[in-house]
C-alpha cells in the first residue's frame, strides 16, 4: 500500500500527532494514495482532512518499505507499507481533528513520545529522531 506521512512541527518543535479510532494507538498524519495523485498530493490531502491544517511547505524526508512496514489492521487486512514522509514546518488553518479517524490532536516533544505510537509510524519517528539529533537546524 502506497501512501504519505506528513511530520508537522509546531514552532516549540514538537510533532503533531493524533489519537487513532482504529487501533488506540497515537500516529502520525497521513494516509493512502488515491488513483492519480501524487505523493506531495496525498500529504497536502491527508493534513488538511486529518488536522484542518494546510501546508505551505513540505520537505520531502524519506521513503520507507521493507519488513518493518508490514501491519495487520484491526479488520484483518493485511499490508506492507510503502510510506514517503514529510515534514512540515509552516502551516495555516484552525486545527481540528478528523472524528472518523481520530479522538484527539496534540503536539509531543520528540523526547517525550507516547508509548504507544501506531506500529508503522514508530520506524519514521525513530528514524526522524535519529536524524535530527545528528543536524538539530533540520
Known sequence: MCGACVL???????????????????????GSMELGETLEQVAHRELF??????AKNLKLINTYSGQEFYY?????????????AFECKEYSGLLTHDSNEATMLQFFSLD???????????????????????????
Do not use: A, M
Open 112 to 138: 517525550d513520545l507516547p508509548k504507544n505510537i501506531s506500529p508503522p509510524d514508530r520506524p519514521i519517528l525513530d528514524d526522524y529522531i535519529v536524524s535530527y539529533r545528528k543536524n538539530p537546524s533540520k
Open 8 to 30: 508537522v512541527f509546531n514552532n516549540r518543535q514538537q510533532v503533531l500527532l493524533q489519537l487513532r479510532i482504529d487501533n488506540g494507538c497515537w500516529g502520525l498524519i497521513g
Open 72 to 84: 495487520q489492521y484491526p479488520h484483518g487486512d493485511e499490508v506492507y507499507n510503502v510510506v514517503t
Open 49 to 54: 482532512e486529518e488536522t484542518g491544517l494546510t
